[in-house]
């Protein structure tokens, strides 16, 4: 089983429809979430950390659930801009490893017009 | 918020030859550096992480001897592909943080092609 498992995809929506992923991670000792995007041919940029209360930051809510190990990225009223892949990385605090912190391997999605 | 700068963005080389990337964070240290590689279409992977002052830890699989890591200071790491082959094409891309719980923050890659 990988470390830290996203449904690939691809995921097509229109405009304006509600969209969410789940990132399952295997270790239960893992402690800081994150959810990134990656536009074709570009870098990774941070979209938003994930807090054990959840949190929100626009149209964007990320989860946390920690019994079942995953976290959450729900996407509301998509625009056509969020067309990207969407990555969650997870944070094992292990100073002596170089596997400390884990990517999924990403969720593609098309906002259609 | 913290700035990863890397560079060169892009580079065509020839086989054989040796290319170096540089990793800077502008305005935080970073002791850790995370350099990766992106083939098209797939996630990205784990090269090595690059520590200040001492010697990298390298993935497995990945040869130490071909991909050098130098973190010379606090704030710059480089990433040397050596006799580089077509089949070391690829995105590679750097990140690092200014924190053990903090978000990683990346450069914006470097895309080589080997002829």
């Known amino acids: 089983r990988k470390e830290v498992e996203q449904d690939p995809g691809p995921f097509n929506v229109p405009e304006g429809a509600t969209v969410a992923f789940n990132c399952t991670y295997s270790?239960?000792?893992?402690?800081?979430f994150f959810w990134y995007r990656q536009d074709c041919r570009k870098e990774p940029k941070l979209l938003m950390s994930?807090?054990?209360s959840g949190n929100e930051d626009g149209r964007f809510t990320a989860q946390l659930n920690r019994a079942s190990q995953y976290i959450s990225l729900l996407i509301r009223d998509s625009k056509l801009s969020d067309s990207a892949t969407y990555l969650c990385?997870?944070?094992?605090?292990?100073?002596?490893?170089?596997?400390?912190?884990?990517f999924g391997s990403g969720t593609q999605l098309t906002v259609l017009p | 918020g913290a700035v990863v700068s890397q560079h060169p963005s892009w580079v065509i080389c020839k086989s054989g030859t040796s290319v170096k990337i540089e990793c800077r964070s502008l305005?935080?240290?970073?002791?850790?550096m995370f350099w990766y590689r992106q083939f098209p279409k797939q996630s990205l992977m784990l090269m090595a992480t690059?520590?200040?002052?001492?010697?990298?830890?390298?993935e497995q699989g990945v040869e130490k001897d071909k991909f050098l890591i130098n973190h010379a200071s606090l704030t710059l790491s480089t990433l040397t592909v050596t006799s580089a082959h077509p089949e070391d094409s690829s995105f590679y891309i750097c990140?690092?943080?200014?924190?053990?719980?903090?978000?990683?923050?990346f450069g914006n890659g470097t895309r080589l092609t080997v002829t």
């Open positions: 690059s520590n200040e002052g001492s010697k990298a830890t390298y």
């Open positions: 305005d935080f240290q970073a002791t850790t």
């Open positions: 270790n239960s000792a893992s402690q800081s």
């Open positions: 990385v997870v944070t094992l605090l292990d100073s002596g490893s170089a596997r400390q912190l884990t």
């Open positions: 990140s690092a943080r200014d924190g053990e719980v903090s978000p990683l923050h």
């Open positions: 994930v807090y054990s």
